[in-house]
Nanobody
Framework: HVQLVESGGGSVRTGGSLRLSCAASGATAGRHCIGWFRQAPGKKREGVAAISSDGTTSYADSVKGRFTISRDSSNNTLYLQMNSLKPEDTATYYC?????????????????????WGQGTQVTVS
């Protein structure tokens, strides 16, 4: 079981930047794929980016070139650097832990494959 706690959300102007953090704890935290997801009001939860235990990354087309996912294995903290933010990026952002192979097989955008979720952090772009 992996516990996840997000932080770093807030309000920002269009074109601005934010960095989200996800602190992961638990005996197997370092061996999971970690994904960032977001959910806007009235919309389905969607995958934004994911990173495997070996640092392999993958991104949704909507954020490629603007968002960067990374992990600090020394303290099991994951980051999502978000640049050039747009109003359509407004959502609650969640990090989630899933099987490590999800990134390798390009299957990380399936919400149901992630069993452990954080509480979410709000990002508002105006």
């Amino acid at each position: 079981h992996v516990q996840l706690v997000e932080s770093g959300g807030g309000s920002v102007r269009t074109g601005g930047s934010l960095r989200l953090s996800c602190a992961a704890s638990g005996a197997t935290a370092g061996r999971h794929c970690i994904g960032w997801f977001r959910q806007a009001p009235g919309k389905k939860r969607e995958g934004v980016a994911a990173i495997s235990s070996d640092g392999t990354t993958s991104y949704a087309d909507s954020v490629k070139g603007r968002f960067t996912i990374s992990r600090d294995s020394s303290n099991n903290t994951l980051y999502l650097q978000m640049n050039s933010l747009k109003p359509e990026d407004t959502a609650t952002y969640y990090c989630a832990a899933g099987p490590d192979y999800l990134v390798r097989f390009s299957a990380w955008q399936r919400v149901g494959d992630f069993g452990n979720w954080g509480q979410g952090t709000q990002v508002t772009v105006s």
